[in-house]
DNA sequence: GCTGGCACTCGGTATCATCGAGTGCCAGCC
DNA sequence: GGCTGGCACTCGATGATACCGAGTGCCAGC
């Protein structure tokens, strides 16, 4: 697709650009290790990546740029897979070895320790309740006719969901539906739920009922719980206020930072670059994403946010070492 | 302290550079409706104003501004209690009357409706679970010498910790602790784990140590939930881009939001003006807040974050509303 | 004691020249 | 043919200069 050459110095302009954030001249160009010819040849070359998409010039004679495609052929072509420097992969080490405590403790934490390993804003996307199996189910009366409906889970989450019934139920009522969903559902998934099979008795079955109801009303009470950290990063990586206000919005609406994640991930990339998240106010950002493994299963996903010029090595190391760390801290319980 | 004139060339300035954000001259004072004299004699008075304090010149043969004395002078002296305008009194009764689901749902939403109301950040402290009573608890076991302690408290919060065993119990023997646990704590709150008598059984017992255990090394695993929400409008209240970071950082420490929200509480106070809040980065920033009564007892509190010159008696009613309405909400449960 | 008048300040804006990093292009060299 | 040195050109950034005007402090007078 590019020669060596051109891809040579597609390379020396984007990590100066990423270092420096300033357009990127030949003549800084051509002085970069790696490329070995003058200042006039990678100006001809760098005319021809600019005809091609790769680079873009903010003004005429002005330094270079690179585009979107310049960034994905970059992150593609020209960059192996990198490793953590040294600390960093202390400090990961260190974390997960020491924390301790509630999952959802540990993944808000998590936001933190990828936020400052990479500069930038992290998020993490809790495992899915769906996937995990049940251990026991309770159902708690909080006043006549509204219960509590509790599921704990192998993992360790705890799902509850309020029960409005339509008649009120006594306690005993509300121990024997318990213990009929406790005994369909132990073993199996939350999505069991839909399939329990009335127990007989007509007061439990109306509990029954309205449990079933009340799950299938807010199947997703937390749609894809997630976790967001570091967004001040985001105000170092851009000096437009206004972009920072575009891009807090956005991290504020779980929803799309959950959809976003799910579809990057979908069409199999590892990276988002600008216009690629589909998202119009992240056109400066990129994303990097990974899912991470439970019991072999992917569970929930990770990912880094930060501006399109970002250092992807390690953006791309800190996230395939967090969700490697993440997965098997999980799998151990 | 400041006589009737001094007073309303004070109103007039801060109420005029809340509006426009630049400096407030002597002109466009004398024009304010309230102010019957002339420019000259408003110079004068403003002159006197700044010696006392109240308002600062951000250079020579500039307007004025206010300084947080001024500010405070404002919200203590000059400003009544308002009300909400129509629309939003009509948002407000609206977000109450539909809301639904899970208690953390209806917190993580309020930020949003106060954060809406004001236009600035939005934060929501929730209820100590200590101060609920218990309705019921289980222990459920997730590994050999691994259980989960749930909680489940009548305002349908679910509190949880997990508990490292000395010895593998038995399902009966954790189902025995469990019901000896519940004999114990229903009707009582979540402090009185720690008095829990022995029961007899030294399997038993063996898990109620390790469940004390477990509550007293992390009593407050949630140190006191924190919803923060409208971050973004930080950014439109700012344009100095460093400010939003610096203020960012804060509202991602939990602790620090809440110890803050406390203190000011603490106080007596309902607003806290720049430096009032005793939080460097928060120089430019002011906090409005109040607690909210679940049974006629403080639960928690909500706050309003924005700049110094924010519309404070807006805020003001905004937060007395929607903190009166909470309470209420979670009062009816 | 308030007011109109006046000299003064000084930040903001516009204009203009300069500077220099960077470009495109071309003739010449290997 | 492809790379290179050279050269004229562009244009954003920087800085000097002037100007404008909103705002001030002060004072004499009503």
Redesign the pocket.
């Known amino acids: 697709m590019l020669d060596e050459?051109k891809a040579s110095i597609l390379r020396a302009v984007v990590e100066e650009y990423i270092h420096t954030a300033?357009?990127?001249?030949?003549?800084?160009v051509a002085q970069s290790p790696g490329v070995?010819?003058?200042?006039?040849?990678?100006?001809?070359d760098?005319?021809l990546l600019?005809q091609e998409g790769y680079l873009r010039?903010?003004?005429?004679?002005?330094?270079?740029v690179p585009t979107d495609k310049g960034y994905r052929f970059f992150v593609d072509e020209l960059t192996g897979p990198a490793r953590l420097d040294k600390s960093s992969a202390h400090q990961v080490r260190a974390f997960f070895d020491t924390t301790h405590g509630a999952l959802e403790q540990m993944l808000l934490d998590t936001t933190r320790l990828l936020s400052d390993l990479t500069h930038y804003a992290a998020v993490v996307v809790a495992p899915a309740p769906e996937a995990a199996e049940v251990r026991s189910a309770h159902l708690v009366g909080l006043a006549p006719s509204v219960a509590l409906l509790v599921v704990v889970l192998a993992n360790g989450v705890v799902e509850k969901r309020t029960v409005e019934l339509a008649a009120p139920a006594t306690e005993v009522e509300l121990a024997d539906a318990a213990a009929h969903l406790s005994a369909n559902l132990i073993g199996s998934t939350l999505a069991a739920l839909g399939t329990v099979a009335p127990s007989g008795g007509p007061a439990v079955d109306q509990v029954l009922v309205a449990v079933k109801r009340a799950w299938a009303s807010h199947p997703e009470a937390d749609p894809e719980q997630v976790y967001v950290g570091g967004t001040a990063r985001m105000a170092s990586a851009f000096d437009a206020v206004d972009t920072v206000r575009q891009v807090l919005t956005i991290l504020e609406q779980q929803l799309v930072v959950v959809s976003l994640i799910r579809d990057v991930l979908d069409r199999g990339l590892q990276v988002a670059i600008g216009s690629e998240t589909g998202v119009g106010p992240l056109a400066d950002c990129s994303l990097v994403v990974a899912p991470y493994l439970v019991d072999g299963e992917p569970a929930g996903s990770i990912g880094v946010l930060g501006p399109t010029r970002m250092n992807y090595p390690q953006a791309l190391a800190a996230v395939a070492v967090v969700s490697q760390r993440l997965g098997r801290r999980l799998t151990e319980g």
């Open positions: 050459r300033q357009p990127v001249g030949s003549g800084h070995e010819v003058s200042s006039a040849t990678v100006r001809n760098m005319a600019e010039q903010p003004h005429t004679s002005a330094g270079r």
